[in-house]
């Protein structure tokens, strides 16, 4: 059973003008998520969602406060207060060493400039570490190294103990945005419009200290970026302000595909004119499968095929305002929210391919009359070769956020006798 909890509470900002979208009736056949419950514990805006086991998870946002959920019945467990500002990152974390019992941990970093381990099961703060000089806005672990990193103004390199191992030199005001692991102990940073590229040289023989290298900076991208995940062994995909889509080889770094015009791709039959404001074209978030890369490109959706390296299919308005979060469903599904409190099911769907032209026939063609023009052929080849093979359709409307919808999470329950169910925050 699979269960959905999405989280938000913030009014929509700047509602672009209203496009046509794709309206689904009240029957809603394909939609299985149904049941509604609304958990209030939060006074501001709810940013983070993170599961922590099969019938448990955590949220936390602009309040600075953790809250542990029961996913079942939406009771509060546990409300974990520490921080004096917004929670800007979260993630789960193995137990620590010294601690006999293996309770579940979590990590929350703030705008205060501290980072804090939570144990989830008791709601004790087990350590708190507040040297930072600038806000984590990523945490990442590196689970084969047995350590973590915090990303801000600088990088740092840390242990399960919560001791400090190395850092790098200050590298941006504005701080490490995103943060992912790649082979050969190297990590992706995001910082501004750059991404570098960081080696984590582990103690040996001769040294007996750790070690964080600069390798590499990749200077592609031409404004900020805002998303960066792996997406297989091999590549690893980044997004920019400006609608730019990157692939990169997971190994030597360089640029297998690139994609800067998601906006002039798609619906020949009828001219695409964007308002070019920048979150119009932002690159927002990102998910994926074995073939495609799914991008939450302003307003909104668009699939992206590795192999043909294209777009396959897309809903240039699938909202009324920015998407902020997607994810994939079974059976070529896919779930998005937005700014404008709307949560949409779509579907990826193979288009019927056009019929090929028919030859003429008959006398008059014996001699050279009825043959089709071949320069007036050409626009209309050129038309099919930039039609989507793809379509995304909707399926879906989950109706009950009045306020903008930051996140979701899909929580799979191995109790397959409860009926499927919808949570909400």
Not at 245 to 257: G, M, N
Not at 307 to 313: E, W
Request: charged share 20%; net charge negative; with cysteine.
């Amino acid at each position: 059973m699979l269960r959905w909890l999405i989280g938000g509470g913030r009014e929509p900002q700047g509602l672009a003008e209203k496009s046509p979208l794709q309206t689904i009736g009240e029957e809603q056949t394909q939609n299985p998520y149904t049941e509604l419950l609304v958990l209030r514990a939060h006074r501001d805006i709810v940013r983070f969602l993170v599961q922590l086991d099969d019938c448990r998870f955590a949220s936390a946002g602009d309040d600075g406060i953790v809250v542990v959920w029961n996913a079942q019945t939406g009771e509060k467990l546990l409300e974990l207060s520490g921080h004096t500002q917004k929670i800007t990152a979260i993630i789960t974390f193995p137990p620590l060493e010294a601690c006999e019992e293996k309770n579940q941990l979590i990590l929350t970093a703030s705008a205060d400039k501290t980072v804090i381990v939570w144990d989830c099961d008791t709601g004790r703060q087990v350590r708190k570490v507040s040297c930072f000089h600038s806000t984590v806005k990523c945490l990442t672990i590196l689970q084969r190294l047995d350590v973590w990193l915090s990303g801000g103004s600088d990088l740092c390199v840390w242990n399960r103990r919560l001791d400090l191992l190395c850092k790098t030199s200050h590298l941006s005001d504005t701080g490490v945005s995103a943060l992912i692991e790649i082979p050969k102990n190297c990590v992706v940073a995001a910082v501004g419009k750059e991404l570098i590229i960081f080696k984590l040289v582990a103690p040996t023989e001769g040294s007996l200290e750790w070690n964080i290298l600069e390798v590499k900076r990749l200077l592609d991208h031409q404004d900020n970026i805002l998303s960066l995940v792996n997406v297989n062994d091999l590549s690893f995909v980044s997004g920019s302000h400006v609608g730019e889509l990157i692939v990169w080889d997971v190994s030597d770094w360089t640029v297998q595909a690139c994609e800067r015009n998601f906006w002039t791709q798609l619906d020949t039959q009828q001219e695409i004119k964007l308002c070019q404001k920048p979150n119009d074209i932002s690159i927002h978030h990102f998910t994926w499968d074995e073939e495609n890369v799914f991008a939450a490109v302003g307003r909104g959706l668009y699939v992206y095929n590795l192999q043909m390296k294209r777009v396959i299919a897309c809903q240039k308005t699938a909202h009324d305002s920015s998407v902020l979060h997607i994810a994939r469903l079974p059976n070529r599904q896919l779930i998005s929210c937005s700014e404008d409190g709307s949560v949409r099911i779509w579907e990826l769907r193979e288009k019927q391919q056009l019929a090929a032209e028919p030859l003429p026939t008959g006398f008059f063609n014996m001699w050279g009359f009825g043959r089709v023009n071949k320069q007036a052929s050409q626009p209309v080849k050129k038309q099919q070769e930039n039609t989507t093979p793809c379509s995304l359709e909707l399926i879906g409307d989950l109706i009950g956020h009045s306020s903008s919808v930051e996140i979701f999470l899909g929580i799979l329950q191995t109790d397959t006798l409860e009926e499927d169910s919808q949570v909400k925050q």
